[in-house]
Nanobody, 124 residues
Framework: QVQLVESGGGLVQAGGSLRLSCAAS????????MGWFRQAPGKEREFVSR????????YYADSVKDRFTISRDNAANTVYLQMNSLKPEDTAVYYC?????????????????WGQGTQVTVSS
């Protein structure tokens, strides 16, 4: 049974930082591209960032570029999202996703597995 478990969310003031983790189990982690998405209240889910199977390829949404950093530890079956210079508009539930193959689908529709999400709230 595949599980993706996010952690690290919380309440932070604008300008602060958080580090999200997503621990994967039940799959061969090195064969899956990984990514992060978010969904704010009343809004559709949106792509945040993705990372290739080996970690050498990363991609970010324009809204988080230069503030967020995605990484992965294949020995620990974990993907991370370091979030710096947080803004109130970053407030959302953050989800990690896994897709067998080269890249995460930024639309989200073709991804194979999803976590339950972790809440990030940024106060102004």
């Amino acid at each position: 049974q595949v599980q993706l478990v996010e952690s690290g969310g919380g309440l932070v003031q604008a300008g602060g930082s958080l580090r999200l983790s997503c621990a994967a189990s039940g799959l061969t982690f090195t064969t899956y591209a990984m990514g992060w998405f978010r969904q704010a209240p009343g809004k559709e889910r949106e792509f945040v960032s993705r990372i290739s199977r080996g970690g050498g390829g990363t991609y970010y949404a324009d809204s988080v570029k230069d503030r967020f950093t995605i990484s992965r530890d294949n020995a620990a079956n974990t993907v991370y999202l370091q979030m710096n210079s947080l803004k109130p508009e970053d407030t959302a539930v953050y989800y990690c996703a896994a897709r067998l193959g080269l890249v995460i689908s930024t639309s989200g529709n073709d991804n194979d597995y999803w976590g339950q999400g972790t809440q990030v709230t940024v106060s102004s």
